[in-house]
Every structure is written in C-alpha cells, then in structure tokens.
C-alpha cells in the first residue's frame, strides 16, 4: 500500500499565456505594493526593452533594478542585491530571467528579513547534510517581502520552496529552504522567453525532463506525481523539438513552460530525487557547469545505472517519450543530442583528473543517498562519472 506525506508551499498563483508586464502590475495592485524592486538577467535587462516595460507600467511603484545575479547564484551576488534592495525601501521584489536569479531572489528575501548584510551571516539559514544522507533544516521567520518569479528559462525553480546558493569560498552549491521562500505568485509568459539563448532554453527543458525523470522513478513515487511527471514528458517530449524547428512558436513555448510546471509537482510535495539531480548540484557548484548542461550530460547515465534495480518501471518513461521498445536511456541520449546539448563530462570542460573531488562531494548531497539503486561511497559516484566521461552508450 502506498503510504506518504504530501507537502505544500507558500505560493498563492501561477498565471499563464498572459503578458508580464500587466501581470506584475496586477500582482502589485492585489498585494498593494508601493516599492517594487526587480532582480533581472543582464543582457534582458541591457539588451531588450522588456525591463523597460515593466518600469513604464509600474510607474511611480518602480523602485529600482540589480542586474548582476551569475550562473548558481553566489552568495556576494544575493547579498548585493538585498543590500540595493533594502536600500530602495523596496516591499515586494519580482525576478525576472533564469534559474540563477530565480533562486538568487528567494535568498534575496532571507536577507532582507533577517538584516544579512554580508556573506558570511548567510550561513545558518542553509540546510546541512549530514554522513549518513540526513538533511537537517534550520527553522527562522519566512520573509515579509515576497517574491514574484518571471522565469525565463525551464529550470522550474520558481515553484521550488528551496534556493541553491553557491558558496565561492568552498566552491559549493547549498540548499536554502523554507515553504515561505517560494514565490507569491508565478507569471509565465512566452512572449519575454524569446530573447532566451537557445542552448540555455533547451538544456534546461531537459533539465525539466531530468526532474520528471526521477521524481517518476523516486523511492517515494505514487499515483499522484506518477501522473504529473508522466504528462510532464509527454509535453515537453513534443514541445522542445518544436521550439528547437521555430523558435517563434509562442503556443509551443508556453506548452514547455506549462511542462516544466508539471514537471516540479513531485520536488514540491516532497519527493526525493536521485544521482542525476545530486551529482547536478555538485556540477554546478564545484565546477561551474551550466544548470540545464548538466542534466543534458547524467540523465542517461543514471537511468543506465539505476536500469538493473528499476528497468521495468523505466518503460513507462520510454512509453511517455513515444518510444515503448527502447530503453529510456537510449531515448534520451538520441533526443538530447538532437536538441544541440552536450553529452558528455569532456563536452562541459570537466578534467578525468577532477572526476574523485567531483564524486567526493557528491556525498554532501542528500538526494545521492535517495537515489534508486543506492549509492553510500564516492567509488559509485565514480561509475556514473567515467561513464559520463568516456561517453559510453
């Protein structure tokens, strides 16, 4: 008998196929919003005309932009921006561009609640994990000052009660986490996505694919996130190639977007992940590979790993990808290829000789200890890390 707990976050809204500008107004006239402050992407904000927009249509309630939030949010990043932010008196903030400023957002709002006003003090707000895989959770105040999440990529953090923050000094991502820290509401607009390279809007579709994936095949799956994540493929198994053949196709854009958010239901309430999300963290973090590319490069490696304790179960996903008779990782690999995405550790720039401090690290994760076929040593990271270099099929 299936047998869990179901838990859920803070987040009030998600509106969809509408424009982000008069969506960000509406969402500030509801919360009534006198200083809202945007935290964007760069180049959006330097090279379109989208942050404009929004500044034209909030008015006077405009009270400033940050837009330096890099690749795995470091913390000096987020604290400069909640020092700008607390600076403009700001009472509501909207994040506007990829993962990285989604998750820099979140712990953006810790800082503002909590006077962090410096790096170092952002270190007992994190989550720890401890030699056996437990992760313990500080309790503190949620924020006061919430969050509006614009995403511009798939990643999907923006329905995540949970920031990965990376520490330069330990060259570590870790994990911020408290229900309040989602965003209030969520606006996904296609029409903002376009200015969104290509490499990063597919890598991190398959990123979404990589969180349906595993929370499929999760130690804790059960009917409810079997459903979401199964549709979750379907959609985004359709809905990437298309972007990849127009890049213009609005309809197909926002059915990625609606599957990214499709994709995130089992991470919300609860579901554990596994190796490719673990070992994904610890790319990112210790080695400054690209969100979405990491997935791009583990997911088939991990499935082919985990395919001696769940291949049976691993059909259904081949049955989602339209491809019943083939094995998921097989799947995967074609389509990830065929989307442009690396494949490989060498095609991310990771040196052999840096594969054990990688594996190492890994067991600071605790999704690695959740992973399917279980993993208690660096040695077994390490099989799924000189698979992922040599590229074996």
């Known amino acids: ?53 929004v500044k034209t249509t909030l008015g006077a309630r405009f009270a400033g932009v940050h837009d330096h939030m890099p690749a795995h949010s470091p913390r000096e990043s987020v604290v400069a921006c909640a020092n700008a932010a607390r600076e403009a008196g700001t009472d509501l903030l909207v994040t506007i561009g990829g993962g990285s400023v989604t998750d820099g957002g979140k712990a953006v709002t810790i800082c503002l609640e909590h006077g962090i006003t410096d790096v170092d003090a952002m270190e007992p707000f994190r989550s720890i994990v401890d030699a056996n895989g437990k992760r313990s959770i500080p309790d503190f105040a949620p924020p006061k000052v919430r969050q509006i999440a614009v995403p511009t990529t798939l990643s999907a953090g923006e329905f995540n009660a949970r920031a990965g923050i990376t520490d330069t000094k330990l060259r570590l991502k870790q994990s911020f986490m408290h229900r309040g820290i989602v965003p209030e509401s969520v606006i996904l607009d296609p029409a903002i996505t376009v200015h969104t390279p290509e490499w990063l809007w597919l890598s991190s579709g398959v990123r979404a694919v990589d969180h349906a994936v595993e929370t499929f095949l999760s130690l804790d799956a059960n009917d409810y996130t079997d459903g979401t994540a199964l549709q ?79 291949g049976a179960r691993q059909r259904e996903v081949a049955i989602a990808l339209g491809q019943p008779n083939t094995p998921p990782g097989r ?37 690695t200890y959740s992973n399917p ?4 040593s660096p040695e077994q990271v390490m099989e799924i890390l000189k698979a992922a270099y040599q590229g074996d099929p």
């Open 1 to 53: 008998m299936q047998s869990g707990t179901m838990v859920f976050t803070a987040m009030n809204r998600v509106i969809f196929g509408k424009p982000a500008a008069e969506s960000i107004v509406a969402e500030a006239d509801r919360l009534q919003a006198k200083r809202v402050f945007i935290l964007s992407g760069r180049t959006l904000n330097t090279a379109t005309g989208e942050i404009e927009k």
């Open 232 to 310: 979750a493929l379907r959609t985004l198994g359709a809905g990437l190639p298309a972007v990849k053949a127009n890049a213009n196709d609005l309809d197909a854009r926002l059915r990625c977007m609606i599957g990214a958010w499709l994709s995130m239901v089992g991470i919300v309430s609860g579901t554990r992940l596994g190796a490719s999300h673990a070992i994904g963290h610890i790319l990112g973090g210790s080695a400054n590979v690209p969100h979405g590319h990491t997935s791009c490069v583990m997911l088939p490696y991990v499935l082919d790993y985990n395919a001696p304790v769940n």
């Open 331 to 367: 799947i995967l690999d074609r389509f990830i290829r065929e989307l442009g995405m690396p494949r490989t550790l060498r095609d991310v720039k990771i040196e052999e000789a840096d594969l054990p401090r990688l594996a190492k690290n890994c067991m600071l994760d605790d999704w």
């Open 373 to 376: 076929r279980p993993i208690s």
